[in-house]
T-cell receptor, first 116, second 115 residues
Framework: AQSVTQPDIHITVSEGASLELRCNYS??????LFWYVQSPGQGLQLLLK????DTLVQGIKGFEAEFKRSQSSFNLRKPSVHWSDAAEYFC??????????????WGLGTSLAVNP | DAGVIQSPRHEVTEMGQEVTLRCKPI?????LFWYRQTMMRGLELLIY????????DSGMPEDRFSAKMPNASFSTLKIQPSEPRDSAVYFC?????????????FGPGTRLTVL
């Protein structure tokens, strides 16, 4: 079955600390991978995506993620967290041979709190 | 450019009433998605359209839900009759697709409360 697992429901870090949010997926085909962020009361915004090539991808707001095929993971990282990073983070997976299929499989999200 | 526009932003209604949620995608985008977000189930895709044609409606919970996209600039999601368990935040998103995925741009959402 196709699924995305974000093992951590809630994470709290101190401002300036490093961050890693985990994402594991189960997918029958070669996936496209995404991280989105949702600030309180807002819609979702794309942070970064992986389609092919370099397995370490850079995104907006200083975030990066690394695709590890052998571990079926796509973890999100940031070296130094800012208070404004407090939000909900979603990992999503879609088929690389999408054709007319644009359906993404979403994780349940990880809520990030940042202590001053 | 304006982003995805959704209306209303908040809707409170009573059980049994009809609810219509509206979405205006970003101009030039040819895919449109309706999502529902709840604490229990997270983000669920209800239906998506490509070039105004429904492609996958397998996420529509039941016949009480219907969605239309009469033209490239407008879509509606209707619930009739509404039930308390329909209370959620409903998001519309659009994307401009070619050979591969492009970013889905999300609207601010409609928070629906059914009493």
């Amino acid at each position: 079955a196709q699924s995305v697992t974000q093992p951590d429901i809630h994470i709290t870090v101190s401002e300036g600390a490093s961050l890693e949010l985990r994402c594991n997926y189960s997918y029958g085909a070669t996936p496209y991978l995404f991280w989105y962020v949702q600030s309180p009361g807002q819609g979702l915004q794309l942070l970064l995506k992986y389609f092919s090539g370099d397995t370490l991808v850079q995104g907006i707001k200083g975030f990066e993620a690394e695709f590890k095929r052998s571990q079926s993971s796509f973890n999100l990282r940031k070296p130094s967290v800012h208070w404004s990073d407090a939000a909900e983070y979603f990992c999503a997976v879609g088929p690389s041979n999408a054709g007319n299929n644009r359906k993404l499989i979403w994780g349940l999200g990880t809520s990030l709190a940042v202590n001053p | 450019d304006a982003g995805v526009i959704q209306s209303p932003r908040h809707e409170v209604t009573e059980m049994g009433q009809e609810v219509t949620l509206r979405c205006k995608p970003i101009s030039g985008h040819n895919s449109l998605f309706w999502y529902r977000q709840t604490m229990m189930r997270g983000l669920e895709l209800l239906i998506y359209f490509n070039n105004n044609v429904p492609i996958d409606d397998s996420g529509m919970p039941e016949d009480r839900f219907s969605a239309k996209m009469p033209n490239a600039s407008f879509s509606t999601l209707k619930i009739q009759p509404s039930e308390p368990r329909d209370s959620a935040v409903y998001f519309c998103a659009s994307s401009k697709d070619r050979e591969a995925y492009n970013e889905q741009f999300f609207g601010p959402g409609t928070r629906l409360t059914v009493l």
